[in-house]
Nanobody, 118 residues
């Protein structure tokens, strides 16, 4: 069992930046970020794997603006969000896989609200 605790959400102006953190209670193979806006389905944002020097993948909507990283010593992942837009407003969740063989993300954080306004 791995517990994930998120922090770092808040209210930010258009064009601003926020950094989300996701602290894991144990080792993980991959930590991904998802978001869900009101009335919309949850969508993938970014992922970082603990192999290959930290392979990453991003949704097209955030490429060039968001970046994910991890501090293995702290078992913590980060999502740096720059040039924020109103359409980035959502509850952001981190999720983890503990082994490469897992098909789904079995461990989820509690979510943190990000609101981008003018």
């Amino acid at each position: 069992q791995v517990q994930l605790v998120e922090s770092g959400g808040g209210l930010v102006q258009i064009g601003g930046s926020l950094r989300l953190s996701c602290a894991a209670s144990g080792r993980t193979f991959a930590i991904a970020w998802f978001r869900q806006a009101p009335g919309k389905e949850r969508e993938f944002v970014a992922v970082m794997y603990s192999l290959g020097g930290g392979i990453t993948n991003y949704a097209d909507s955030v490429k060039g603006r968001f970046s994910t990283s991890r501090d293995n010593a702290k078992n913590t992942a980060y999502l740096q969000m720059n040039s924020l837009k109103p359409e980035d407003t959502a509850v952001y969740y981190c999720a983890a896989k503990t082994t490469p063989g897992q098909a789904n993300y079995n461990y989820w954080g509690q979510g943190t609200q990000v609101t981008v306004s003018s």
